[in-house]
């Protein structure tokens, strides 16, 4: 189990409680999110420092 699991448990389940509540805009941003966590976490296991690719690593607050 890799310490990004967690990142897609809550992504998935944010993106089948919104499919089921009708909020499909949000089902397909959360499942789009993961996507771009996927391929963020395979950079970082690769050894990519993610710069360039639209602030990965800026804190959002």
């Keep these: 189990m890799s310490q990004h699991d ?22 397909r941003a959360a499942a789009e999110t993961a996507e771009v966590a996927r391929e963020e976490i395979a950079a970082l296991s690769e050894g990519e420092s993610g710069a360039g690719s639209g602030g990965a690593g800026t804190p959002l607050h």
């Design 6 to 27: 967690w990142v897609f448990e809550v992504l998935t389940d944010l993106a089948d409680y919104a499919e089921a509540q009708g909020l499909h805009r949000l089902a």
